[in-house]
């Protein structure tokens, strides 16, 4: 079995120390060192958070925590596309009325999110978790590049019209996403496979996750080979 947890390329940046205050007691040192790992919580607004905790009602902060462990200890990636799952395949790659022969790539399941919003797109997906990053050290074996691949190599000797013809490259338009799209063509046609990427209609330096949905949905009708 494939390695479900991929390490996120953030989770591998250095933990910001948080020194423990010495009048707290030691729970409340680790409640505040845990929130203060969370992106965009700074110091005081780990201590804003910690102290509405301690505030809160028991059930109410009791149920946060249970949340956090539920999934934690339910949610998994699914082993096809990555997107989460409660089960074994995700919801996308599970119903037998999608395209399986055209699939998405994405950086993470958030954008799968954005996109399925727009109800343009009948495909399957393939999260990458993350994207090249060659100063941050992230290379095709820290993402699903050959998951990607093997998938596709699988998929040719499926009955129906099931083996992966179309692969849409729908990475965010940043730098390191155009370097992760450049990356994958080569690579993909270079295997006989129809590579095209969503249309410029999304803004230089975008996050696909912020994009509205007229934007995505003009994006992908408007997609062209690489
Ligand atoms: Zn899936």
């Known amino acids: 079995m494939m390695a479900r947890k991929i390490a996120n390329a953030a989770g591998r940046k250095a933990d910001r120390g948080f020194a423990p205050r010495p009048g707290y007691p030691d729970s409340v040192n680790r409640l505040l060192a845990g929130l203060a790992k969370l992106p965009g919580i700074g110091r005081r607004s780990a201590e804003r958070?910690?102290?509405?905790?301690?505030?809160?009602?028991?059930?109410?902060?009791?149920?946060?925590?249970?949340?956090?462990?539920?999934?934690?200890?339910?949610?998994?990636?699914?082993?096809?596309?990555f997107n989460f799952a409660d089960g074994d395949l995700c919801a996308v790659c599970a119903d037998p009325k999608r395209d399986h022969s055209v699939v998405m790539v994405i950086e993470q399941p958030r954008d799968l999110i954005a996109i399925e919003s727009t109800?343009?797109?009948?495909?399957?997906?393939?999260?990458?978790?993350?994207?090249?990053?060659?100063?941050?050290?992230?290379?095709?074996?820290?993402?699903?590049?050959?998951?990607?691949?093997?998938?596709?190599?699988?998929?040719?000797?499926?009955?129906?019209?099931?083996?992966i013809t179309e692969v849409i490259l729908a990475l965010n338009p940043t730098l390191?996403?155009?370097?992760?799209?450049?990356?994958?063509?080569?690579?993909?046609?270079?295997?006989?496979?129809?590579?095209?990427?969503?249309?410029?209609?999304?803004?230089?330096?975008?996050?696909?996750?912020?994009?509205?949905?007229?934007?995505?949905?003009d994006a992908i009708q408007g997609r062209r080979t690489v």
Not at 188 to 215: D, N, W, Y
């Open 49 to 81: 958070l910690a102290f509405h905790i301690l505030k809160q009602d028991a059930d109410e902060a009791l149920a946060l925590a249970k949340a956090i462990h539920d999934v934690k200890t339910t949610v998994q990636h699914c082993p096809a596309c």
């Open 119 to 163: 109800g343009m797109f009948r495909g399957l997906y393939h999260v990458l978790m993350g994207r090249l990053s060659p100063l941050e050290g992230v290379g095709p074996s820290d993402i699903t590049v050959a998951q990607l691949l093997k998938r596709i190599e699988l998929s040719a000797g499926q009955p129906g019209d099931n083996a």
């Open 176 to 217: 390191e996403g155009d370097g992760t799209s450049l990356y994958l063509n080569e690579t993909l046609v270079a295997r006989g496979i129809t590579v095209t990427r969503l249309a410029r209609g999304l803004p230089a330096g975008g996050q696909l996750e912020f994009a509205t949905k007229a934007v995505l949905a």
